[in-house]
């Protein structure tokens, strides 16, 4: 079983940047794939990045070059640092932990991006 908490979320205008934080309550290393998910109004939540326990990294086209999720063993806390926000990416971001048969999820931080 793993808790987490997203924070870093925010308002921010287009072009801007802001750094996602996911705070596990186990060794990140411990667990089997951590995701990145975004839910904006009246769509589908969907997956953005990826990192699994051996530090491969994922990304959704719609982010690649402009989103890097990362890991701080240290801290227990996975990291989604946004750059190029534009307003489509504008909705609430879940952390997501893997633990397999289960999966746990976060509480969700919000992010608005203004044009």
């Known amino acids: 079983q793993v808790q987490l908490v997203e924070s870093g979320g925010g308002l921010v205008q287009a072009g801007g940047s802001l750094r996602l934080s996911c705070a596990a309550s186990?060794?990140?290393?411990?667990?089997?794939?951590v995701n990145w998910y975004r839910q904006a109004p009246g769509k589908q939540r969907e997956l953005v990045a990826t990192v699994t326990s051996g530090g491969s990294a994922n990304y959704t086209d719609s982010v690649k070059g402009r989103f890097t999720i990362s890991r701080d063993g240290a801290m227990n806390t996975v990291y989604l640092q946004m750059n190029s926000l534009k307003p489509e990416d504008t909705a609430i971001y879940y952390c997501?932990?893997?633990?397999?048969?289960?999966?746990?999820w976060g509480q969700g931080t919000q992010v608005t991006v203004s044009s």
């Open positions: 997501n932990a893997r633990l397999p048969p289960f999966g746990f």
């Open positions: 186990r060794s990140i290393f411990s667990i089997n794939v």
